[in-house]
């Protein structure tokens, strides 16, 4: 049985340009998430710590993968993203080294609660 926590956090989500240095504001909270490319520095981050004046993609939750997961465990990240997608929800997933984190528009967490527990997955609420 796969366990989801949901995050307490509300995400923004943007991109800047690579060639920016990885701004501070970022990195201010417990949950963060940085991806750099030759084309885009992309963070996803508590939305309060935005900036006015940067544009992002606001009003995203998190749910994290609990449990001890295996680094080269395989389907993880098909389990997680399957029942969203087959519903035609759009989310967002990160993966680090030892979780998944999936990321849904916060108008559709509660639909998505709902997905979850209709195949058996058990969501805990921080």
């Known amino acids: 049985m796969m366990k989801l926590r949901l995050l307490p956090q509300i995400f923004g989500i943007l991109k800047l340009n690579p060639v920016n240095a990885i701004p501070t504001w970022a990195t201010s909270s417990d949950y963060f998430f940085i991806a ?8 996803m981050c508590p939305q309060q710590a935005i900036p006015d004046d940067i544009a ?28 969203l997608a087959d519903d035609g929800m759009s989310l967002f997933l ?33």
């Open 36 to 43: 750099k490319t030759d084309d885009e520095l992309s963070i």
């Open 56 to 83: 992002y993609s606001a009003d995203w939750r998190c749910f994290r993968v609990d449990g001890d997961l295996e680094f080269d465990a395989v389907g993880v990240v098909a389990r997680v993203s399957k029942p």
């Open 94 to 126: 990160v993966s680090t080294h030892d979780r998944d984190y999936v990321f849904v528009a916060k108008d559709d967490l509660q639909r998505a609660i709902t997905l979850y527990q209709s195949v058996n997955f058990v969501i805990i609420q921080s």
